[in-house]
């Protein structure tokens, strides 16, 4: 975990998001992309007045604040949440009335700014999602190692371990994560996002969302374009059992 002074939020954070798949039927690719850099205990609207970030769209009671549902889901995971005074979100936004969010990362931060936890909530394309919590001190010396225990792609088994990695600073946001197979040392699959942070201001807003319109929806339509591809080089389809999700997810 790399972290120096967070960026001045809520912060647009225009990068590059990729994926690779090694094996027999090797594929890979990099997107142009942008999220949002927030705070929750200052969530911004769009320059309409509306909603871009709703609790129903992540995890935990749609009726409660998404921050309230982040430390709600740590206590139920068993996770002393005394220590943190500040949750900083990297997600996307609603756009066009719909948004999807494969990955929102949650840093949960002390009152120095150091990282008490980090919940990377996942959600897949079937309208389900899964929450992982990692301790920022596996991070010191490497990537911190959870088991896969969600249905993501139909061409992965629920198995293996994910490797992940964060950089939250104030010029610089990044996230890794890499599936390997239980006791193998070389990744099957690999995905990351890289991106810079700026200040939302109206004209950097303006565009942003006029370069990379309904940015949801273009995520939601290159994986099933990027899925189309492997299933026409046969790749086996694995078939997906009903999610059970951890409480407070």
């Known amino acids: 975990m790399s972290l120096a002074s967070t960026p001045h939020l809520p912060a647009l954070v225009r990068g590059t998001v990729g994926h690779a798949r090694h094996g027999a039927v090797a594929h890979k690719f990099a997107h142009s992309t942008y999220l949002w850099l927030i705070d929750l205990d200052d969530v911004p609207r769009s320059l309409l ?61 002390a009152a120095d700014g150091q990282p008490v936890w980090i919940v990377a909530e996942v959600h897949n394309t079937y309208g389900e999602r899964h929450a992982y919590v990692i301790d920022p001190a596996e991070l010191r010396d490497g990537p911190a190692e959870v088991g896969k225990q969600f249905y993501v792609s139909p061409f992965y088994e629920v198995a293996g371990r994910y490797r992940m990695r964060f950089r939250l ?13 239980d006791g193998a040392d070389e990744a099957k699959f690999h995905a990351a996002f890289r991106g810079t942070p700026t200040r939302a201001r109206v004209s950097r807003r303006l565009l942003t969302a006029a370069r990379l319109p309904l940015v949801s929806i273009r995520t939601q339509a290159l994986i099933r374009v990027h899925g189309v591809w492997l299933w026409l080089r046969r790749l086996p389809v694995i078939s997906r059992a009903p999610h059970r999700p951890p409480a407070g997810v």
């Open 49 to 109: 007045g509306r909603e871009l970030f709703r609790a129903a769209d992540h995890l935990g009671d749609p009726g409660a604040s998404l921050k309230e549902n982040v430390l709600r889901f740590l206590t139920f995971q068993g996770r002393e949440t005394d220590e943190v005074q500040r949750v900083v979100t990297l997600t996307a936004p609603r756009t066009a009335g719909y948004v999807f969010n494969p990955l929102t990362v949650h840093w949960c931060l």
């Open 169 to 181: 600073r104030a010029d610089d946001v990044a996230i890794s994560i890499a599936l390997h197979d």
